[in-house]
């Protein structure tokens, strides 16, 4: 089947992302759906659906399909898969076979479930790339980064290499050498218990509410400043809404365990590095990939306890689509990659 894939899918938590083989990335929005309990069509879906979480009218819900890689609610995932080959054959994509990003967390029952959606949705085949080497082969480092101009992993080489992925609702770690992972390690949480940490928070120390996606907006802010962060919500008390200024320190706290994690995940895969690649994870360093990646805290956390220099890859949160677009593109190299497909 090597060879065959023309349509990558990276299904998150809280991002869903398409590549066609030819065109590249052509989806990046949202893991959010509205919908209608009962009804086979959504109300909206993506960035509009997110715009809508915590303000639904009567009658709509909103949530995600997927959580920590498994399927959270079955209605949405027939939902999500339909518009999506939808979209990819409105975008000139002839054949629709697709080339799934699997989960660390996954189950074999949520990789069928995933598979039977597409195949009844129109798609003609479906193979799964393991997380992992997803991650890694979409790693890419921009030309200030300090590393080599335009420094690209790959995972097929004789080399080591350390790949960490923050998500929303999933994290892993894996120590790949040689096209083969060593060892690997996940966890069913990411930022989206930072996310709930912060809501409390600020419930507890400012009498301050806000929905999830301002809670997200904090944190994506935080990301980008060390300085106090201004958001809206609603004063408990007064029942009122209202700006307030948010202290770095509280979004600190909140990020903590999740960078800790993430750090810990790093330190196992050095305690089963060969000491004949440890050069390698020196000359490249710890990748880190996935939307949490983008916070300092995650990267200072990882580098404080393993004392090795870490690096963000350029986009974080696409390094999977970009991964099994590498696939895609380059099957002679990465077909053997692809777990098995199903007509």
Sequence with gaps: MAGTWNIGLDLGGCGIRIALRREGIIYDESAVAAFRRGKKEPVTLG?????LRGREPIGVRTGVMLEGGRVAREELLEMWMSYLMQHCREEGSGRTSVLLAGGPNAREADLQAVRAACLKCGGSEMGVLEAEFAAALGVWFPKDSGTEAGAQA????????????IGGFSMFAALIVGGHIVNRESRPFGMQSAVEALRMALRREYAFAVGINGAEDILAKAAETALHIEADGLDIEKEMPVTRRIRPEVVRRCVHPIAEEAAA????MLLHLPDSTAADIMKYGIMLTGGGAQSPLVKEAVEKACGIACRVSDRPSQASIRGIMRVMNAPQRF???????TE
């Design 47 to 51: 960035n509009a659906g997110r715009e």
């Design 154 to 165: 790959d995972a097929m080489d004789d080399a080591a290499h350390i790949v960490v992925d």
């Design 265 to 268: 995940m790093a330190g196992t």
């Design 335 to 341: 077909g053997e990659l692809v777990l098995e497909g």
